[in-house]
């Protein structure tokens, strides 16, 4: 009789962070609450400390923090705000790349060594938002104990759920505020102007 094959802890994990980011993401609501689901998932299924996205501002070439789960839940601070390039969740964007570390405590690349001792985080994962090659922002978690590179690949899936999360939220946008425009422009166009005023005349 042949034993059944038993899936991986880290398969199971994986299936599971990914089953809530869908849910998370098609709940509907703001882009904040979606993404702030999305980061309290990483947090229990991946055992971070915290889990931080980060969205691009094109505009600024700006990673800004637009949610934050675990230790910290606060989107202020001097990692709110990350050009692009700078620090590991900038190169991480700008370089298209995930990257993972567990040296954090004596890695140059992060500003605050006495915060890691001070806090025990030993790792750091990151993985980019990417949609056709355009990067949309990157998600980050730190922990208090080693990661090996199955954290990446069970944040490889989430990630590519997210940045699609992202940019339909993008894309609902851009088309209500289009039909906003469209809206005042026909509002105040003569031919509509000239419906009101017959309209006015009727009631009279």
């Known amino acids: 009789v042949l ?3 038993l899936p991986s802890r880290a398969r199971v994990r994986s299936a599971r962070l990914n089953a809530e980011v869908a849910l998370a993401l098609n709940q509907g609501g703001s882009l ?3 993404l702030g689901q999305c980061c309290e998932s990483l947090v229990e299924h991946l ?6 996205i980060w969205i691009l501002n094109e505009r600024t070439a700006t ?3 637009a949610a934050s789960a675990g230790l910290y839940t606060n989107l202020d ?3 709110s705000r990350i050009p692009l390039g700078q620090f590991k969740v900038g190169r991480i964007a700008q370089n298209k790349t995930p990257h993972l570390t567990n040296a954090v405590q004596s890695d140059p690349a992060v500003s605050d060594h006495e915060w890691a001792l001070r806090e025990g985080m030993v790792a750091f994962a990151g993985y980019p938002l990417l949609v056709e090659g355009r990067v949309l922002g990157v998600m980050g978690l730190f922990a208090r104990h080693p ?3 199955e954290t990446l690949g069970a944040m490889a899936q989430a990630a590519d759920s997210v940045a699609l999360g992202v940019e339909r939220k993008a894309t609902e946008g851009r088309l209500l ?4 425009r469209f809206s005042a422009a ?19």
């Open 147 to 149: 990661l090996n590179e």
């Open 77 to 79: 601070g001097s990692h």
């Open 63 to 65: 990673l800004e923090l």
């Open 47 to 52: 055992d971070a400390a915290f889990a931080r």
């Open 186 to 204: 026909f509002r105040q166009s003569p031919a509509m102007q000239s419906l009101i005023r017959a309209s006015d005349r009727t009631l009279v």
């Open 32 to 34: 904040a609450a979606m």
């Open 3 to 5: 034993s059944p094959i």
């Open 177 to 180: 505020e289009s039909e906003t």
